[in-house]
């Protein structure tokens, strides 16, 4: 029962950052690959990052690279992705999600991969 908890979001100006938090206590996500997905609404779900379960590889959607920045805490259980340079387009919810890793760098941004998802997080990039 591996549940994962979003946290971080909120409402901020065009240009300003966030950083999001996804955390799952009591399980060690040190075993889990670990993605960021966004879905605005009237949009399909978008994968916006992802990280190996030992942190040694990475992968952004084209459209946020150079303006976020994943990254994970194993020893305090927790994987963080820092938000800079915020577009209106940024705006919608955001999911963290997990799987039992595959391999020590396995990573996906297709949202079928994974196998346990948070509840979201909303993120609002508004003026």
């Known amino acids: 029962q591996l549940q994962l908890v979003e946290s971080g979001g909120g409402l901020v100006q065009p240009g300003g950052s966030l950083r999001l938090s996804c955390a799952a206590p009591?399980?060690?996500?040190?075993?889990?690959?670990i993605g960021w997905f966004r879905q605005a609404p009237g949009m399909e779900r978008e994968g916006v990052s992802c990280?190996?379960?030992?942190?040694?590889?990475?992968r952004y959607a084209d459209s946020v690279k150079g303006r976020f920045t994943i990254s994970r805490d194993n020893a305090n259980n927790t994987v963080f992705l820092q938000m800079n340079s915020l577009k209106p387009e940024d705006t919608g919810v955001y999911y963290c999600?997990?799987?039992?890793?595959?391999?020590?760098?396995?990573?996906?941004?297709?949202?079928?991969?994974?196998?346990?998802w948070g509840q979201g997080t909303q993120v609002t990039v508004s003026s």
């Open positions: 990280i190996s379960q030992r942190g040694g590889s990475t």
């Open positions: 009591g399980f060690a996500l040190n075993y889990y690959a």
């Open positions: 999600a997990a799987k039992f890793y595959v391999s020590d760098y396995w990573i996906s941004l297709r949202g079928y991969d994974y196998t346990h």
